[in-house]
């Protein structure tokens, strides 16, 4: 009888255990899941019919998951005419509504142009475009393709990440480039070159330490065979 009455407590115990596994278990996934990153999506809109002189109305939907961000730290939307991005316009946006962000413009010129809505928020960056035509098109101006390079805040002897989004013709992320690097000259005309390496989609990036303090010029190349060589300039400081 002890016998019987003592199995019975210990499969009775073990189940209990079983159970608080489970419990466990069941939680620990639930916390996993709720660590888990929300994307942030930006849905960029522009009016199937474009006007030369006429005010056009360019939207950005910003989500992080299924909700709607009006708080974004940039939203900022770039528009590239004919592939100069030297010149390109830049437009900031501070607020959203109902998560849009909408930005008035107007298009002066015939061309084609690439409209780019660059947005951080939540830590992440996404950066979709959009080709707009307007009039007619010299043929003359081919879009090879375009790098962004994102904003450089830098401590003299501090180690920075540079990071750059490389996109090709189509406007689409340009992916296994052979040559990713930054040309960098210092306030003293010193010149070093810095190769980053892929990170996502087209996004290259690199970490490196500026010795001296002062204004620097970034010349960033990318290149990948047969055809493909783009390259931009930027300036930035290193306090």
Not at 10 to 32: F, G, P, R, T
Not at 88 to 100: F, L, P, Q
Not at 146 to 156: C, T, Y
Request: charged share 30%; aromatic share 6%; hydrophobic share 35%.
């Amino acid at each position: 009888m002890k016998k019987m009455l003592m199995t019975g407590l210990c499969i009775a115990v073990l189940a209990a255990c079983s159970n608080d596994e489970k419990h466990e278990a069941h939680e620990n996934h639930a916390q996993q899941e709720s660590k888990e990153v929300a994307p942030l999506t930006v849905d960029l809109t522009i009016p199937e019919h474009v006007e030369k002189g006429k005010v056009t109305e360019i939207k950005a939907l910003v989500k992080h998951g299924q909700e709607k961000v009006d708080d974004a730290d940039e939203v900022m939307f770039e528009i590239i005419k004919d592939g100069d991005s030297k010149n390109s316009v830049k437009e900031t946006i501070k607020k959203g509504k109902n998560g849009v962000y909408t930005l008035k413009y107007t298009f002066k010129e015939d061309g084609k142009y690439n409209v780019i809505s660059h947005v951080t928020a939540f830590n992440q960056h996404t950066m979709p475009n959009k080709e707009v035509t307007i009039g007619t098109v010299n043929e003359e101006h081919h879009h090879a393709g375009m790098i962004h390079i994102m904003d450089i805040k830098a401590e003299k002897d501090k180690e920075t990440t540079l990071t750059m989004h490389v996109m090709n013709a189509e406007g689409k992320p340009l992916t296994d480039a052979s040559v990713a690097r930054f040309e960098v000259k210092s306030p003293s005309g010193k010149t070093e070159w810095v190769d980053l390496q892929e990170s996502k989609l087209g996004e290259y990036e690199a970490k490196h330490i500026f010795s001296e303090s002062g204004k620097y010029t970034v010349t960033a190349h990318a290149e990948k065979q047969p055809d493909f060589h783009v390259h931009n300039d930027a300036q930035f400081e290193v306090k």
